[in-house]
Antibody, heavy 121, light 110 residues
Framework: EVQLLESGGGLVQPGGSLRLSCAAS????????MSWVRQAPGKGLQWVSS????????YFADSVKGRFTISRDSSRNTLYLQTNSLRVEDTAVYYC??????????????WGQGTLVTVSS | QSVLTQPPSASGTPGQRVTVSCSGS????????VNWYQHLPGTAPRLLIY???QRPSGVPDRFSVSKSGTSASLAISGLQSEDEADYYC???????????FGGGTKLTVL
């Protein structure tokens, strides 16, 4: 069974940083692209970033480009999202998701429970 | 403003058939596969349909989709109270180089 467990969320001031982690199990992590998707309070799902299985391709939403970095460590079966220069509008539940194949452009098929990031002074 | 357009709400009574539309463009739905997700607040989203019309194991065949040109539609037949949730369509967008979601449709079972 696919399991994705996010951590690293919390309260941070505007301009601050957080590193989100997603521990994956139940599948061969190195064989699948991964993504982060967020949901702001009262809003819908918004894609944030994706990384290919081999980490050779990464993609970012325009709203986070230049501020967020996605990476993965296959030795630890862990996906990361480094979030810098955080803004109030980045406040959201951040979901880790597994894609159906290796390509960074493939869509999510399994999701974690999410971790809450609150950006506020 | 979402790239994919969905109606904000839909409703039906138990046993009815309800449809949720998803409208996009040639750079997303028109040229790529569409997935559909079911989401209950506070829980992990659930994949309902992938690659346009494939159902993961465990998803009942009450859920079906159709796709034509730059639009797609999710149909739920034999509506049940447990179907009350938010529904999202998603696709890769070739112009934006990213995944785009619909704004979500809140389904109410009356």
């Amino acid at each position: 069974e696919v399991q994705l467990l996010e951590s690293g969320g919390g309260l941070v001031q505007p301009g601050g940083s957080l590193r989100l982690s997603c521990a994956a199990s139940g599948f061969t992590f190195s064989n699948y692209a991964m993504s982060w998707v967020r949901q702001a309070p009262g809003k819908g799902l918004q894609w944030v970033s994706s990384i290919s299985a081999g980490a050779d391709s990464t993609y970012f939403a325009d709203s986070v480009k230049g501020r967020f970095t996605i990476s993965r460590d296959s030795s630890r079966n862990t996906l990361y999202l480094q979030t810098n220069s955080l803004r109030v509008e980045d406040t959201a539940v951040y979901y880790c998701s597994k894609s159906r194949d290796t390509n960074g452009w493939s869509l999510p098929d399994s999701w974690g429970q999410g971790t809450l990031v609150t950006v506020s002074s | 403003q979402s790239v994919l357009t969905q109606p904000p709400s839909a409703s039906g009574t138990p046993g009815q058939r309800v449809t949720v539309s998803c409208s996009g463009s040639s750079s997303n739905i028109g040229n790529n596969v569409v997935n559909w997700y079911q989401h209950l607040p506070g829980t992990a989203p659930r994949l309902l349909i992938y690659s346009n019309n494939q159902r993961p194991s465990g998803v009942p065949d009450r859920f079906s989709v159709s796709k034509s040109g730059t639009s797609a539609s999710l149909a739920i037949s034999g509506l049940q109270s447990e179907d009350e949730a938010d529904y999202y369509c998603a696709a890769w967008d070739d112009s934006l180089h990213g995944v785009v979601f619909g704004g979500g449709t809140k389904l109410t079972v009356l």
